[in-house]
């Protein structure tokens, strides 16, 4: 087992904290409540090996954004978390890939994987497939597209993580 931290900052409310919820209790956060800094520790199994998780659920809310070089510098691999209902999350992601390049010294093989979220929310979907699409080959890292109220693609996300880590 190997222990990893997983950074994901983004525009508050953009579902960081359900994502990881559904993923490590199975539950799904209705109410909204801004995250200061939360650690969770799981064990997860990936093709019959178990892992041992830690997974850092950041803030997204600007004035507790500051901690964020310490994670970025530290973690073994990143979920870049966005809405797919607000497409400014999304061009958000972008300056923070930009900073994780530049804090790993250009490390282009460190594990991330971008996740879209509240694909439930099908009426207030603003992010086309074709966007998505756009920046996966721009950026060649892995696009999912989630729903945590549904548990819709969760495991699958964390999976393709876990497996790019192990890999390193
Ligand atoms: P900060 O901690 O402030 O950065 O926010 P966050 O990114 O952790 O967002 P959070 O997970 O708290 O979710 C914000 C709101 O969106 C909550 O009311 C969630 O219930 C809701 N939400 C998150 N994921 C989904 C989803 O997949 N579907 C739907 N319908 N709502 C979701
Ligand atoms: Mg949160």
């Not at 983004?10 to 995250?35: C, E, I, M, Q, W």
């Not at 650690?39 to 178990?50: G, M």
């Not at 109220?149 to 790019?164: A, G, M, T």
């Amino acid at each position: 087992p190997f222990l990893c931290s997983l950074g994901r900052i983004s525009a508050g409310g953009v579902g960081k904290s359900a994502l990881t919820a559904r993923f490590v209790n199975d539950t799904f956060l209705s109410n909204y409540d801004p995250t200061i800094e939360e650690v969770y520790e799981c064990s997860s199994q990936v093709d019959d090996t178990t892992y041992s998780l830690e997974i850092l659920d950041t803030a997204g809310v600007d004035q507790f954004h500051t901690l964020n070089e310490r994670y970025i510098k530290s973690a073994h691999g990143f979920i870049l978390v966005f809405s797919l209902t607000q497409e400014t999350s999304l061009r958000e992601i972008e300056d923070l890939r930009r900073r994780i390049y530049h804090l790993r010294g250009d490390d282009r093989q460190i594990p991330i994987v971008v996740v879209g979220t509240k694909l439930d929310l099908a009426a207030e979907r603003e992010v086309s497939q074709e966007l998505i699409r756009s920046y996966a080959v721009r950026w060649g890292v892995p696009f999912y597209e989630t729903s945590a109220k549904r548990n819709w693609n969760v495991r699958p996300s964390f999976e393709d993580l876990i497996r790019q880590m192990r890999a390193r």
